[in-house]
């Protein structure tokens, strides 16, 4: 019962499986499909729901307020989509209870800022990999630099791109807490060993899959250009058809795992 001091708490990584509050105490009954998108695009998930292609299955709860998980019927399979909220804590939090409720595939769609300027806005990132510049993964796998993405995960993405001969990218990415701590010195890091792409849950993400053995895979569309002098919004949250496109191969691909 008793654990080892480090020098910094975000080293102190417990092996111990079961928590004081498991998620499968909180949420006991498992009724939802396991097929499911996490979506950060709430306009994507507004549109659904005003055209009645999603039903309300039930809804998760925080001091920000309900956040619903909906249903989706695509080719008669079911699929729970919901917002997974932003940063790590929340996005490993709501994969948590995601799973407690029944689910065991997962697509995210979302976006991220790019490090390398020739990736156009719309162009479609597969993260094989995260550097965890965040702090929800440390709870869940032990200190190391990356987590890496399944490979059985990335290639159903893969040939879902290439069945519709959608060009995209395979790299890694930059998992950070820290939105507006995003210096020129780190970036410059950060491309040295590979990234190229910045965002904020992919490395959480990974690590609660991998501990709590589901399959999770993420589309990101490449979005704000981060990789200069100065930033370049690049208008990147304004486009709906990218956003609508990605959510449906998100789709897609989370019915082949």
């Known amino acids: 019962m008793n654990m080892e001091k480090r020098e910094y708490p975000i080293l102190e990584f417990d092996t111990a499986k079961e928590a004081i509050i498991e998620p499968d105490k909180v949420h006991k009954t498992r009724n939802l499909s396991e097929y499911c998108v996490p979506c950060f695009f709430q306009d994507v998930i507004g549109k659904l729901k005003e055209e009645g292609e999603l039903e309300l299955k039930t809804n998760m709860k925080s001091e920000m307020g309900l956040l619903p998980i909906y249903e989706i019927n695509y080719r008669g399979q079911k699929i729970n989509v919901y917002h997974p909220g932003i940063g790590a804590s929340f996005a490993a939090g709501t994969l948590e209870e995601l799973i407690a409720l029944g689910g065991r595939k997962f697509i995210a769609c979302g976006g991220a800022g790019v490090l390398d300027k020739e990736i156009e806005v719309g162009h479609l990132i597969i993260p094989d990999s995260a550097v965890r510049d965040e702090g929800a993964s440390y709870h869940y796998l032990p200190p190391s630099r990356e987590v890496k993405a399944e490979q059985e995960v990335i290639d159903v993405i893969s040939e879902t791109f290439e069945e519709k001969q959608i ?12 939105l507006y701590r995003e210096t020129a010195a780190k970036i410059n890091l950060r491309k040295s060993e590979g990234c190229i792409a910045v965002e904020m849950e992919t490395a959480a993400f990974l690590s609660v899959a991998k501990f709590r053995d589901v399959k999770f895979g993420q589309i990101l569309y490449g979005g704000d250009d981060v990789s200069g002098i100065e930033w370049d919004s690049r208008d990147w949250a304004n486009r709906k058809k990218i956003r609508e496109k990605i959510f449906w191969l998100a789709v ?3 019915i082949k795992l």
Do not use: L, N
């Open 252 to 254: 897609e691909s989370c």
């Open 167 to 178: 060009e995209y990218t395979i790299g890694k990415t930059w998992s950070t807490a820290g």
